[in-house]
């Protein structure tokens, strides 16, 4: 029996009594509308041009390492790793930049209170973010500029404010006027005449304005440190961005900057004032910012105790019902999570490999079709191809991408039931654009059935460990684990038992 996938968020575009109708308002007579987006600069949805046609320079604002990833992290750097795909799949070259701040308060902080160097800490969590993305098939970005490794970089860019007075410096600090930048605001739609001094803007009584922030540092006792004209310090958070982008890019523009909603304001803010400041160009072109995680309509946060790592989620339910949790909801809208939402995140993700996995067995036994259902067969995979590029191109909607592929999958059941309606060969190019579709674009793609030995000695790991399990045995459980781990065997305990499937 065909479910249809519960999708959250913005519109999925199904009609609800109509599980053979690919998503709505998508079908151009085959060829996929231009993409359009929505631009938090200019507050709509507009149509997308590139400084250089097919070329996408994508700066993504990465992590502070200082802690364990949580859900938050996922949703963001799982989302941008679906808009790099969508965009690829819709024939761009991107150019993928993250960075990392590897020098923060929050990192000297908790590495004082860890008794660990700020370095170390940093090294150790920038790990746990790799181990964590790996798992959640986000793909790597191109390049990973570090804040330490663009010291010079950083003190060209303040030399610059300070020489066009438009930054100062107070006591080896060096602040920005925010007062002397016309379009401070324009980004999160602030008056600056109303702000407030609040979170995540510098208090400082000794500053021009409570809302210039700071760009250099001074140094304190047992803090790390590097020379400037001003005394021995390190940057301010926002700074890193802007001259870590110029530095990757090469150039004082680029395309799409993206990170989540709570840095709009003052960070995304305060980068495009010290960059414009500077360079006297614009600094990024579109701006898209993935909506934040909520519990019980709650904003996810240590200090309301809703807050979860990756690490504890991944020990109830796979990381792909995990990224496929992520991808049922549309990046911009917020993410309601609850144990059962991720459940059902589970459920419909094995409900989808079952049908594929019938679909791949199918083609072991030969088929043939009439040339009428030959022709329907082959407008079903254009209406397929055409919705999910349709949909990528209207604001990167993954729902309805989903929706599709739930679409075809029953299409195809009801073909595999009936003689004559489709062919070995129609079934193989089915597979094929549903595979590159579970792959490339969502990067859920389940693993291929396994033949022969390799199935029984998997099991048989399996089975171990299910041992080991029962016996209390954790060291055992976990090193069987790991075994299968590394053999791209992804395990899943399940009230039934444990599920497993190869990684392709």
């Not at 700071?214 to 590097?226: I, M, Q, V």
């Not at 993206?258 to 500077?278: K, M, R, T, V, Y």
């Not at 992520?326 to 144990?339: D, Q």
Request: net charge neutral; with cysteine.
């Amino acid at each position: 029996m065909f479910l249809r996938p519960k999708f959250h968020g913005l519109d999925s575009g199904v009609r609800r009594n109509d599980t053979k109708t690919f998503p709505l308002d998508l079908m151009t007579n085959g060829v996929a509308k231009p993409l359009s987006f929505y631009n938090t600069l200019t507050d709509r949805d507009e149509p997308f041009v590139p400084l250089s046609p097919g070329q996408v320079k994508l700066y993504v604002c990465g992590v502070t390492p200082y802690d364990e990833c949580h859900l938050g992290h996922a949703r963001c750097y799982v989302t941008f790793d679906f808009v790099r795909r969508a965009l690829t799949r819709l024939g761009y070259t991107v150019t993928h930049v993250q960075n990392f701040t590897d020098i923060d308060d929050k990192i000297i902080a908790r590495a004082a209170k860890n008794g660990e160097t700020p370095q170390s800490l940093a090294e150790r969590c920038t790990a746990d973010y790799f181990d964590k993305m790996d798992r959640l098939n986000v793909a790597r970005a191109h390049h990973y500029p570090r804040v330490t490794q663009h010291i010079p970089a950083i003190l060209r860019m303040v030399e610059t404010l300070v020489q066009k007075g438009l930054a100062y410096s107070l006591d080896g600090d060096v602040y920005f006027s925010v007062r002397k930048f016309s379009g401070y605001g324009k980004l999160s739609r602030r008056d600056i005449d109303s702000l407030r001094v609040g979170a995540r803007v510098d208090v400082n009584d000794r500053k021009r304005d409570p809302l210039d922030f700071a760009l250099w540092k001074s140094a304190k006792e047992g803090e790390p440190f590097w020379p400037s004209p001003w005394g021995l310090g390190r940057p301010g958070w926002h700074i890193e961005c802007s001259a870590m982008s110029l530095e990757a890019f090469g150039s004082e523009t680029f395309d799409i900057h993206g990170g989540g909603q709570d840095l709009i304001f003052p960070h995304h803010e305060n980068e495009i004032a010290q960059s414009e400041s500077c360079t006297g160009r614009p600094f990024a072109r579109y701006w898209v910012h993935n909506g934040f995680v909520t519990v019980q309509k709650e904003k996810m946060s240590k200090s309301l105790g809703n807050f979860f790592t990756l690490k504890g989620i991944f020990e109830r339910v796979s990381p792909r019902a995990v990224r496929y949790f992520l991808l049922s909801h549309h990046y911009r809208g917020p993410l309601e999570f609850s144990e059962s939402h991720l459940n059902d995140a589970r459920d419909r993700l094995a409900e989808m490999d079952e049908d594929v996995h019938r679909w791949e067995a199918a083609l072991s036994v030969p088929r043939e079709a009439s040339l009428r259902a030959e022709k329907e067969w082959a407008m079903v995979l254009d209406s397929f191809v055409s919705s999910v590029d349709n949909s990528l191109a209207e604001n990167f909607n993954s729902p309805r991408v989903l929706a599709a592929v739930f679409t075809l999958l029953a299409e195809m059941k009801e073909r595999l039931d009936q003689p004559k309606t489709l062919s070995t060969e129609g079934l193989r190019q089915g597979l094929r654009s549903l595979r590159e579709v579970l792959d490339g674009v969502l990067g859920i793609a389940p693993a291929l059935n396994l033949v022969g030995d390799e199935t029984d000695d998997v099991q048989l790991l399996v089975d171990a460990r299910e041992k080991a399990r029962r016996l209390r045995d954790w060291a055992e459980a976990d090193r069987l684990r790991l075994t299968l781990a590394d053999r791209g065997i992804f395990l899943e305990d399940t009230p039934g038992g444990p599920r497993w499937w190869k990684k392709i």
